[in-house]
């Protein structure tokens, strides 16, 4: 999985019809010093996240391995929510509660 | 998914007998500033989207979910077309009406 | 997909043996520009293409997608020639007859 | 399938509920000289493995074939620990032991 | 595929049991002028390759398809030894013999 904050959404009316309904987040992925890569990717959410909300994405086939998205032509979700993330003994994130 | 405006089309007389009749796209990415990134990808259509609009590709086994691809040898699909685009509050995007 | 252009061919006579038969190309990846990128992908042959024409390759799962490559370990078929390809208005390749 | 160092943890209460009880750990990936490339992945962990080891991680569908991850939105696992690896006659790495 | 060079070896006792007895070999990458590109996999072998050969080496849900790597969490696999290989005319690679 990659890690990303969700910066944005899109709006889509004409799109394939097992899509309708589904929430599509733009998601841009950070390194591993939590910072923005420059990278991004559109996925469909599969456990309301909100904006500014640090997650977890899974592309390719396992990204069809929820609910939200099963048999449905997606190649991206969001499908956890990052409490916090370390790495070498620094937190990287920590959510706000 | 990745975001993309549609720049042109591939013609292709001998191709695999389960892609005649399929409308083949090229598509070139933005980047999260909506700006040509460089790349493209060849796609097939599946939402009827035209020259110009902008768009999202579902690759991988996820583009065979749509009526237009399933058990096709195509990795790319136009699977919705985009009305609008927002990235940390600033719209990146928005299709003419 | 990605467009490329056949350059070269690739011989194995120790192989698995449900690739015995099958024709082994070495594709360029070509740009938007129809430049060679510098990339290349050895693919599958499913459509009697020949050396220097400008094909579509498929990728992954959707690379088994032909009858030349199905239920076979092959990650990329050639599943279709080119004959004309465009770009924003300009016509980026045409292929001779 | 890449090597990597296992160098953090992610934690998330709220997630896919079939990754419930999941270890996701951090994996910078290393390149051809064992050095941090610095690209990571975050893979969920099928063989017990605990921070600084070096580990292998197979991505895309071929990351569900494990017990931890069977049919779980997963694209990325670690499937095995590594005890030395040899690149041109010379050591990269070993186990302590 | 991609063409790699065999340049070393995984060894790993603690794996997924579905591994047990496979060869796990580091796989160098070669651009299109036979030199390495600085990349490499580790993939399992399917051919009885041997280091220093030049060989195929299918990605993805397609490197499951052999013998050796089925239903296992393997996502690369060499399932062909490189005899010859040319491009633009110039021979690449030949096996001596």
Do not use: F
């Given at each position: 999985m990659q890690i990303g904050r969700i910066a944005g959404t899109v709006v889509s009316t004409?799109?394939?019809a097992s899509l309708e309904g589904r929430k599509?987040?733009?998601?841009?992925?950070?390194?591993?010093?939590?910072k923005e890569s420059g990278g991004y990717v559109?996925?469909?959410?599969?456990?309301?996240?909100?904006?500014?909300e640090?997650?977890?994405v899974?592309?390719?086939?396992?990204?069809?391995?929820t609910e939200a998205t099963r048999d449905r032509p997606?190649?991206?979700?969001?499908?956890a929510i990052v409490d916090s993330w370390d790495?070498?003994?620094?937190v990287k994130w920590r959510k706000n509660t």
């Amino acid at each position: 999985m990659q890690i990303g904050r969700i910066a944005g959404t899109v709006v889509s009316t004409a799109k394939e019809a097992s899509l309708e309904g589904r929430k599509l987040l733009v998601v841009k992925i950070l390194d591993s010093d939590a910072k923005e890569s420059g990278g991004y990717v559109v996925a469909v959410d599969a456990v309301g996240a909100g904006l500014g909300e640090v997650v977890l994405v899974a592309s390719g086939s396992s990204a069809r391995l929820t609910e939200a998205t099963r048999d449905r032509p997606s190649d991206a979700v969001i499908m956890a929510i990052v409490d916090s993330w370390d790495i070498d003994g620094a937190v990287k994130w920590r959510k706000n509660t």
